[in-house]
């Protein structure tokens, strides 16, 4: 079975610190991948996408950017936090050209506080 | 654009009260409708969908009807439980081009005994 893990789990930074969120994948192939942001008050903003290896596609321009180095894994960053950075950030998947588009598989969450 | 709108929470109900979030939608096309569900500390999950105009979906007691010509997928549950807390969030695909899942901001549910 697929299973998602994201870490860490909680995290708190200070401004202008740097950021690094690991999402990992596990049973499954090419998978595309997703960043979502869900900030206090608000709902689940799309931030990054990813078809393939090193295909990065970016929804909101802002400080962060992401990468995928390996196939089943998505890397989010940060070279210096603001404090608008602050909120709960989701990893997701789901398959290439599946047949369920649009249902993803999220991963549990990493909530950053960035003070 | 594609965009969702739900009604505003807190939803506040009282344990076996009948459950209805509202949730509209604009799209160009036909979109797959979506409801996902996050529990307190947890990621989101897939509560129920429908694919087409009409279609009905369901799973642990909650149901939604994809009604196009309101443009609507309101969820709905006969008699909520407290288990039933959480926030949960309307979604659309565009069933264009790459399928990206548009969420609505989301409406939270709390049920006391």
């Known amino acids: 079975s697929q299973t998602i893990h994201q870490w860490p789990a909680t995290l708190v930074q200070p401004v202008g610190s740097p950021l690094s969120l690991e999402c990992t994948v596990e049973g499954t192939s090419n998978p595309n991948l997703y960043w979502y942001r869900q900030a206090a008050g608000r709902g689940l903003q799309l931030l990054f996408y990813s078809v393939g290896i090193g295909q990065i596609s970016s929804e909101v321009p802002q400080n962060l950017s992401a990468s995928r180095p390996q196939d089943r894994q998505f890397i989010l960053s940060s070279k210096k936090l603001l404090l608008s950075d602050s909120g709960f950030y989701l990893c997701a998947w789901n398959p290439t050209g599946g047949s369920d588009a649009g249902e993803l598989f999220f991963g549990e969450g990493s909530r950053l506080t960035v003070l | 654009g594609n965009s969702v709108t739900q009604m505003e929470g807190p939803v506040t109900l009282s344990e076996e009260a009948f459950l209805t979030i509202n949730c509209t939608y604009t799209?160009?096309?036909?979109?797959?409708l979506f409801w996902y569900v996050q529990y307190p500390g947890e990621g989101l999950q897939l509560l129920l969908k429908?694919?087409?105009?009409?279609d009905k979906g369901s799973n642990k007691g909650f149901e939604a009807t994809y009604r196009k010509e309101t443009t609507s997928f309101h969820l709905e549950k006969g008699s909520v439980q407290v288990s039933d807390s959480a926030v949960y969030f309307c979604?659309?695909?565009?069933?264009?081009?790459?399928?990206?899942?548009?969420f609505g901001t989301g409406t939270r549910l709390l049920v006391s005994p």
């Open positions: 799209a160009t096309g036909y979109p797959s």
């Open positions: 429908a694919t087409k105009a009409d």
């Open positions: 979604a659309l695909t565009p069933n264009t081009g790459f399928q990206k899942l548009v």
